[in-house]
DNA sequence: CATTGCTGGAAC
DNA sequence: GTTCCAGCA
């Protein structure tokens, strides 16, 4: 993310709503009897209580604190509610709090141009809302002031003085000799006041906002003074936040690229940067690096907010702690089965929803090796052209784990040497789908097509959790060039006699037409996401 | 090798 | 294409 990129000429209204300890009131809203006690949402329950990932901000008084245990947070606080996240196919299952998302994304983005950032955060470039707001309606020209508006923050106005503050805040926004910037903040915070009680209304959740000239500080801002507030950052206070505050607090730097600039530059907060050159910055970070610090200790940051609604990518995955460690691979195949299920009904939603495809999956793992002394080995990640359908998934990811763990142990494989038999254990799966693309528009037998490989095939061998032997044929089967080329039906194109190969196209169906509807609607999918014909024959 | 489960982005 | 970093529920 360090990369440089210098301010744009003109000022921006930019904000950033984060959702206020979202998975909570996700759950609270479910449960509305919830609503005011402590509470946390935890992940699994059976050892330790569980981990907690989100924490109300009743709880977080009593010092519960995210990463906790569910037994630690009960000692912290004996009264606390803990909802534990659903599990489906055995694993956590996110999507009741993706959808609530959403739910939010689509309020927020009626406003302007808005970037889903993450589950639970929205930017939104209101510039144009606000020019408008400026030129139409003015701050100063309103009778009457929404009262939430007044109980925005701005920074750099002290709010200790209780009673009159409202009135303070009041006459920042209505300045008449306010400089052109100050009045587009002033718009801002009144708009996004309004979106925030719209998102109350529609969703009952609450949030919190930062509304500055760009995303850095936005986002800065909006974790200022959290829950269900609002805060603007005015130019005139830019310097003096940055000032003083501690590297690790900006984003980015909360890292190992915050601590090394601790340790090797003695730079312990954003002004700390201010006395070395940017020529001085590119030396110990690199160029881009470089120049992205020199930029942001100046509160520059020309990041434009990206009108994109929906992830770039989904992924399913668990991790196998501790002597859950997976060791056989009929039990790895079992869970990337479940893994895959799931991420195959989000494809499906994403399909139906959005009409977009993903063309890229991605199998991670993490792994040790028992009884060596190189343990420590990564275990390679491996990627294949995504074949839409839940055992085509299924299938491929199986065979990209079996590539890559024959990489991981070597050329004698899992062969014993001498006595001792090298094992491996599996600590960590995930399956994901990337580079998603949308569907070329008036193709809708395409759609059904796909829609017709996504069900859930009922099979009754699929309770296998027990390690038990593997059949010979489930090792082999896969190589460099994966398995899609066993099944393949070869189809030929009309207009341009080009021969593809689609992996496992069944052919369902008599129908000329949709076959190569569907046939087109692949290949130029394909082309465009591999830049070639895609298994060009 | 007991936070876990996601996301996005840049480096390589 | 793969790895690593970073952030956040």
Redesign the pocket.
Known sequence: ???ARPETSDARVIAHV??D????QVEQRKQPELRGLPTA?V??N???GG????VSYEARKCGVK??M?GDEAKAACPEIQLVQVPVARG????NL??SAGSEVVSILAKSGKCE??????VYLDLTDAAESMLADAPPESLELMDKEVLKSHILGISRKDGDDFEESVRDWLCRKDADRRDKLLSCGIIIVSDLRKQVLKETEFTCSAGIAHNKMLA?LAS?MNKPAQQIVVPYAAVQELLSSLPI?K??????????SLQTDLGVDTVGDLLQFSETKLQEHN?S??GTWLWNISRGISGEEV?G?L??????????F?????LKSLSNVQHWLNQ?SE?LSE?LSSDLEQNKRIAS?L?L?A?A?K?RDSD?HK???????PLRFGVTKIQEDAFNLFHAALREYMGPFGSKPQGNKQETW?I??L?V?A??IVDIPSGTSSIMRYFQSQSTVPSRSVDGCVQDHVVTPSASEGCSEQISTETQAAVIPEEDTGVTYTLPNFETPDKDVDLVSEKVSALSSHYSKA?NKPFLEV
């Open positions: 993310m360090p990369v984060d959702m300890c979202f998975y909570v949402v992940q699994y059976e050892w330790q981990g907690l990932i989100a995210r990463s245990r694993k956590a299952d996110l709090y993706r889903r950032a993450s589950i639970d955060e986002k974790g690790k900006m984003k980015q730097l909360g890292g190992k690229l915050g601590t690199g881009n690096t990206q994109r929906l992830p770039k990518s989904h992924g399913s995955g668990k991790t702690p501790g002597p859950r460690a893994l799931e989000r890229t991605t991670h993490s040790f028992s343990s990564k275990f390679p990640s491996k990627s294949c254990r600590t960590g995930s994901s990337s580079k591999y």
